[in-house]
Every structure is written in C-alpha cells, then in structure tokens.
C-alpha cells in the first residue's frame, strides 16, 4: 500500500467524493482515457478550492520493480529515513501551459514554487543517476562514453556497454510511474494530461526537461535523443571530452536554454560556452549578461551573470538556481526572478540573430590534453 507524503488538505479528498468529474476516477483505465480526451486541447481546472499543490511519494512504493543500486549509493532507505522520496507541485489557481518539467536534481521548493506560479505542472523524480561519477574514468574515455552512460540512465535502454540498468530504474519510467501515481492522486492538477492515449508513455512534446550542473547535462543528453518541449540548463552541461552535443538533435536546437555564472568553474574553463555552441545555440543569438539587459534578452538561448559572490567558484556554480547561493537585492528579493521565467517560458519560436562562433571558446579540449 502506497503511503503518500501530502501537503495539500484532506477534506478536497472527501469532496471529491462527492461531486465526481468527469474523466477523472481512482482506477487506472479512465485516467487513461482521460489522457486521450485531453491530449490535443488545452484544458482547465476543475477545482472547488484552487491552490498550489505540493505532493512527494517513494518511488519504490509506487512501483514495486524498483531496485537499489548501492554500487552508486542508490539505495531507497528506510521507512524512518526513506531516501527515494520524489516530489511534485501544481498550482491549480493559475492559468495551465500544459507543460510538464522534469527537474533531474535534488528537490528545490523555490524552484517548484516559481514553476507553479508560471502555469507549468514540476515533478522531480529519484533515478539511478550516478553512474557517469564511476563509470568511464579511463584516460582518454571514448567520446560518447559518458553521454551513452547518460542516456542509459535517463531511459533505461541499453545504449552503454559499461552499464546495465533495468527500464524501471531509468528516469523516463520512473516520470511515467509517478505522473500516473500523481493523476489518482491529485485529479484536480489534470496531471493526467501528459500521459499519452495507451499510457505507456509520457507526452514528450509537451515536456521540460531541466536541471543544474549534472542534472542538466543529462537533460540536454536526453533531449538529442527525444524530441522535448524544451530544455532549461542551469549551469550546463558539460562533459568536456565528449562530443554527443553537436549530433542530430530530435529536440530543435532553439528549445534549448542555458544560464551560468561567470565565475563558475565550468564557465571559466569553457565547459559551458562549448556545449552551447556545439549543440548550436550561437544561432539564436549572442550571449548576454542578464544584470546589465532586461528580459526577453534579445531573444537569447545563452544567459550569463557576473554578480558578485565574494569569488566562491562553489557559490557560483550554485548562484543560478534559486536558494541561498543566489544574488538577493537589498530587501531579500532574488534578482534573477525574470531570468527564471524567461528561461521557462519565453516562445522557442522567437529567436535572436545568429552570431559567429567565439574562437576564443574551446572545443576541442581533448586535444589540449594530448588525448586522440
């Protein structure tokens, strides 16, 4: 029995009871159906008590094929200390995008706050990740290596011959899993939207994949793999030595969107400008410093920042999420509130001028190693 981790009120369960909707239920087969009915219209909420929704569950009570890896220290913990916990937020009193994001991190409430008050629907998902931390050490490595460990653990296919994950214990199943566990649970987010009409996939095209540092590196691996609605990295990505950035990309190249901090250690050793540029963002415009423009940033997909951090590199790298690294003004307020919404929801189809190559941004850093 599922014992899920709520924070929105009881007595709208009760409700519910009595004032049933129309293709929503608590059995599996009508969510579904509702899916189909909805998946190519906008929809609305049909909430008596229109709130933010903050909901969390194990993702090894949601689906009992779930395994540990304690190889890579994933492991579900205990009912006292569980440590597969996944967690999700809706707000059901603003206007629906229809859009989904996957947040590839540790759970950020700031972030999920401001994501449910742009419209969009957030979940974070636990997943065997950490392979890419173990796995492909050797010197040189191939240059898909890491990437292939990537797209491994984010769909759990076999696309690495170092890794052998089972497809449950991948990223896209455990999202699947939890959006239907989430669509009997909270009707009132119609999370049942992005379920597709068999239900044996989530609706990709109207998916966010987003996440920090590492997070976003396998969001943007993903997203050369399957078509998304978008991609947000927040400082990222990386993989210096590998080159799956400049494949083909099922996701157009202008649904990607990246934000760094100057002083960001993979900024300064051009990490990040790289990844960009070979992924093909210079076609959307140059990159801009978001405390001296204001938003839409000429159209932009490459965002940096240079305020100040007192020189941490540590902070920097984190300044770019929201939470305790990131710049406040004098009142408290964070400063890169318009960032965060641009970055979400500015139109992919609105683009800036192409600008050439930077030079100056190494890409070919494996060479500057001697590695052939």
């Given at each position: 029995?599922?014992?899920?981790?709520l924070?929105h009120s009881?007595?709208?369960?009760?409700s519910l009871?009595?004032f049933?909707?129309?293709f929503?239920s608590?059995?599996?087969v009508?969510v579904?159906?509702?899916?189909?009915?909805?998946?190519?219209?906008?929809?609305?909420?049909?909430?008596i008590n229109p709130q933010?929704y903050n909901?969390s569950?194990?993702?090894s009570?949601?689906?009992?094929?779930a395994?540990?890896?304690?190889?890579?220290?994933?492991?579900?913990g205990?009912?006292?200390?569980?440590?597969?916990?996944?967690?999700?937020s809706?707000d059901?009193s603003?206007?629906?995008r229809?859009?989904?994001?996957i947040?590839?991190m540790?759970?950020?409430?700031?972030?999920?706050?401001?994501?449910?008050?742009?419209g969009?629907?957030?979940?974070?998902v636990q997943?065997a990740?950490a392979?890419?931390g173990?796995l492909?050490?050797?010197n040189?490595?191939?240059?898909?290596?890491?990437?292939?460990?990537?797209?491994e653990a984010?769909t759990?296919?076999d696309?690495?011959d170092?890794l052998d994950?089972?497809?449950?214990?991948?990223?896209?199943?455990?999202?699947?899993?939890?959006v239907?566990?989430?669509?009997?649970?909270?009707?009132?987010?119609n999370?049942e939207?992005f379920?597709n009409e068999?239900?044996?996939?989530?609706?990709?095209?109207d998916v966010?994949?987003?996440?920090?540092?590492?997070?976003?590196?396998t969001s943007?691996r993903?997203?050369k793999?399957q078509?998304?609605s978008?991609?947000?990295?927040?400082?990222g990505?990386?993989?210096q030595?590998?080159?799956?950035?400049s494949?083909?990309?099922?996701?157009?190249?202008?649904?990607?969107?990246g934000f760094s901090?100057v002083?960001?250690?993979?900024?300064?050793?051009d990490?990040?400008?790289?990844s960009w540029?070979?992924?093909?963002l210079?076609?959307?415009?140059?990159?801009?410093n978001v405390?001296?423009?204001?938003t839409p940033?000429g159209?932009?997909?490459r965002?940096?920042?240079?305020?100040?951090?007192?020189g941490?590199n540590?902070?920097?790298h984190?300044?770019?999420v929201?939470?305790?690294?990131?710049?406040?003004?004098a009142d408290?307020?964070?400063?890169?509130?318009?960032?965060?919404?641009?970055?979400y929801?500015?139109?992919?189809?609105?683009v800036?001028?192409p600008t050439?190559?930077d030079?100056?941004?190494?890409?070919?850093?494996?060479?500057n190693?001697g590695e052939?």
């Open positions: 029995m599922i014992i899920p981790y924070t009881t007595h709208l369960r009760e009871l009595m049933p909707r129309l929503l608590l059995s599996l009508p579904l159906f509702a899916a189909s009915a909805f998946a190519n219209e906008p929809f609305e909420y049909q909430d933010q909901l569950a194990r993702a009570e949601i689906d009992p094929r395994k540990e890896y304690p190889e890579i220290k994933f492991v579900f205990s009912k006292e200390k569980p440590q597969d916990v996944e967690h999700a809706v059901t603003v206007t629906p229809g859009k989904l994001v947040w590839m540790g759970h950020n409430q700031a972030l999920f706050d401001r994501l449910s008050s742009y969009l629907h957030a979940i974070q997943y990740r392979w890419f173990i492909a050490q050797g040189p490595v191939g240059e898909h290596a890491r990437g292939n460990i990537r797209l984010a759990g296919e696309f690495s170092e994950l089972a497809k449950p214990d991948g990223m896209e199943e455990r999202a699947l899993q939890f239907k566990w989430l669509a009997k649970e909270n009707p009132e987010g999370w939207y379920i068999a239900g044996d996939e989530l609706r990709w095209e966010i994949m987003s996440g920090a540092s590492h997070g976003s590196t943007a993903f997203a793999h078509k998304v978008r991609v947000v990295a927040l400082c990505p990386r993989d030595y590998q080159v799956w950035q494949l083909p990309s099922a996701t157009p190249e202008n649904r990607y969107f901090h002083l960001d250690s993979g900024w300064i050793d990490h990040y400008c790289r540029e070979l992924i093909g210079n076609e959307f415009g140059p990159i801009v405390d001296e423009n204001k940033y159209n932009t997909r965002l940096i920042t240079d305020f100040d951090v007192m941490n540590g902070r920097a984190s300044s770019v929201p939470g305790r690294s990131a710049g406040k003004d408290g307020n964070f400063i890169h509130e318009d960032v965060w919404r641009y970055l929801t500015h139109p992919v189809e609105e800036g001028d050439p190559l030079n100056s941004c190494v890409k070919d850093q494996r060479a190693l052939k």
